[in-house]
């Protein structure tokens, strides 16, 4: 890519917007979810926290098609339904409160999992697939402008859903986000990111096949032959131990820190945490101009390793706070790492399907890893021993990913 036009800020521009929407609903919200079905229908916190794990199992299963679903119809149709999906899913859990509450809890699971395939489609397979077919050298920096906005929809989603429940209800606050969703989000997606048809795909495939780094044709890729690449389980095992780790850390950062620092103290603490992640998706998308990718995803392994073993050693409230900040740095580059690093090692074509079975690994990670930290958190006392464990996840994630291909 030569030069960058108006198109390639629009989509940007799109990309950060339909984010916002994602990650703000599909994501931030849950608590404000909870909250709604526990003081409306006094479900047991059991029975609704058990939504959020549907929730998940439902993002990484749906993630697996969709990688299909981008390859054949391109990422403008996938992000239009996932979308529409998870505004439904998202309007539904609203409508649940105004159910009586025996009728309602049969119901639960329908909306999370519409939301939760509706976040598969509309979060980082989708949105970097797009990006990746407009830009060349600086697909890092767009990336990371772009998804900068999962971090503001984590900062202005659940204080705006919180305001709007106050001045009406659940269901008319979530009503009103999901219409704002639909109604910003479609046309910035039909206007400005591509559909990408398949014939265009297999030919930027088949100019790729002279490139000796791309081991791929212009058929339709399929997951048995990347799976059978080494290339694919260093980018797969590193970032699944990444990711794992870092969801972790957000569930389970506020009762960790609330021990140490108090609740306002740790309420802060998590706030340092996502305005640093904002500032280290800027400087990751800029590094990733000037250092090998696989290089800069070991070193940010690294670091939120240190960084959660510093705030959970940590003998002083300073120290925490700096692990926090710490971990935070490249909390929200983690996600764009690995993206970047197939991106590297695969087509273009190959690219969606690839991300998309990495994605459920990670995911399904995620899952696991919370409820161990969980599990150890009850048996030991305290979050020390569970906090470690991320850390030593984060080690043989940069172990793995230095690894150099055969």
């Known amino acids: 890519m030569a030069s960058l036009t108006l198109r390639h800020y629009a989509l940007v521009f799109a990309c950060f917007i339909t984010a916002t929407f994602a990650w703000g609903l599909g994501f931030y919200s849950f608590g404000f979810y909870l909250d709604a079905l526990q003081k409306v229908q006094g479900w047991p916190t059991g029975v609704v926290a058990g939504t959020v794990a549907v929730h998940s199992l439902i993002t990484g299963a749906a993630g697996i098609l969709v990688g299909r679903w981008l390859t054949r119809l391109g990422p403008r149709t996938v992000l239009l339904g996932g979308s529409l999906a998870m505004a439904v899913g998202s309007y539904g859990i609203g409508y649940l409160t105004l159910l009586e509450a025996e009728t309602a809890v049969w119901l639960v699971l329908f909306p999370f999992a519409l939301s939760g395939a509706g976040f598969a489609a509309s979060s980082t397979s989708a949105l970097t697939t797009a990006l990746i077919h407009r830009f060349d050298r600086g697909l890092g920096l767009a990336m990371g402008v772009a998804l900068s906005g999962a971090s503001a929809g984590?900062?202005?989603?659940?204080?705006?859903?919180?305001?709007?429940?106050?001045?009406y209800d659940y269901h008319r606050a979530l009503a009103m986000v999901c219409g704002a969703m639909v109604l910003v989000a479609w046309p910035?997606?039909?206007?400005?990111?591509?559909?990408?048809?398949?014939?265009?795909?297999?030919?930027?495939?088949?100019?790729?096949?002279?490139?000796?780094?791309m081991a791929v044709t212009a058929e339709t890729p399929r997951i048995g032959g990347l799976m059978a690449r080494a290339a694919f389980w260093r980018i797969a095992i590193s970032a699944t131990f990444a990711m794992g780790p870092q969801v972790t850390l957000f569930m389970h950062m506020l009762p960790a820190l609330e021990l140490k620092l108090g609740l306002v103290n740790a309420a802060f603490a998590v706030s340092l945490a996502a305005i640093a992640a904002v500032a280290g998706r800027l400087l990751i998308g800029y590094l990733s101009l000037r250092i090998n990718v696989f290089r800069l995803a070991m070193a940010c392994y690294l670091t939120q390793g240190i960084g959660i073993a510093i705030a959970a050693l940590g003998t002083a409230p300073w120290m925490h706070y700096a692990g926090v900040a710490?971990?935070?740095?490249?909390?929200?580059?983690?996600?764009?790492?690995t993206p970047l690093m197939i991106n590297r090692t695969f087509s273009k074509e190959s690219f969606p399907i690839a991300y998309c079975w990495v994605?459920?690994?990670?995911?399904?990670?995620?899952?696991?890893?919370?409820?161990?930290v969980g599990w150890l958190r009850d048996a030991?006392?305290?979050?020390?021993?569970?906090?470690?464990?991320?850390?030593?996840?984060?080690?043989?994630?940069?172990?793995?990913?230095?690894?150099?291909?055969?």
């Not at 265009?200 to 088949?206: D, G, L, Y």
């Not at 935070?328 to 790492?337: S, T």
């Open 359 to 372: 994605a459920a690994m990670m995911q399904s990670t995620a899952f696991l890893t919370a409820i161990t």
């Open 154 to 167: 984590g900062a202005l989603m659940p204080p705006l859903l919180a305001w709007l429940s106050q001045n």
């Open 380 to 406: 030991t006392g305290d979050y020390l021993v569970g906090f470690m464990v991320l850390a030593a996840m984060h080690l043989c994630a940069a172990v793995v990913v230095s690894v150099r291909r055969g």
């Open 188 to 213: 910035l997606v039909i206007l400005f990111i591509d559909g990408l048809a398949r014939r265009q795909v297999r030919r930027e495939a088949r100019r790729e096949t002279t490139n000796e780094t």
């Open 326 to 337: 710490v971990a935070g740095l490249v909390m929200g580059a983690i996600v764009m790492l």
